[in-house]
């Protein structure tokens, strides 16, 4: 069974205090992996996919890295404004095409 | 700007009365998704189309019906909203096609009274 779990459930950090959102996965079949970010009561913002263990993508002070069994979401020197939930997301080839698994997130906080 | 619109932003019905959500896209993709999302919980995917293809998830209750007129519009229709309804409902596309982006709108708070 496809699955995805996300870890920590909350992220408090202090501005400039980098860290790392992980996001484990079992799939059958890898048909990307997905990072969004989500603010409170809007919908989710795409930011990442990735579609191979070894690939990176970075966009301003988040670096999103894949391996077979897990992703993470590195941010280097966060601000405030950073502060959201961020979901993980897997397209599996295992069941129907375009589906979307999504873990349950991270609510990061980033204090000044 | 090619988006995703979902209208209304906020949606207010009483139990049992009929409701229905509406999404609308710009970008010309062939799947539209509608999920439903409840306070710290994971977006939990109703249906989608392929076109005109409708696909209804298992677990989806017959209480949640959906219609796409055409490539650029689709709407979710609650027919008899409990208060277990009470969520945000999210619109999303994308392009079929393996490992596709879905983009998704702003959303739809419903609060059922």
Redesign the interface.
Known sequence: EDQVTQSPEALRLQEGESSSLNCSYTVSGL??L?W?RQDP??????LF?L?SAGEEKEKERLKATLTKKESFLHITAPKPEDSATY?C?L?S?GS?????Y????T?LTVWP | DAMVIQNPRYQVTQFGKPVTLSCSQTLNHNVMYWYQQKSSQAPKLLFHYYDKDFNNEADTPDNFQSRRPNTSFCFLDIRSPGLGDAAMYLCATSKEEPGGTQYFGPGTRLLVL
Request: aromatic share 20%; charged share 20%; glycine share 30%.
């Open positions: 048909r990307g997905f969004y009561g809007k919908g989710p913002e795409f996919t579609y979901l997301a397209g080839g129907t095409l375009g589906r979307l999504f873990g349950r997130g609510q």
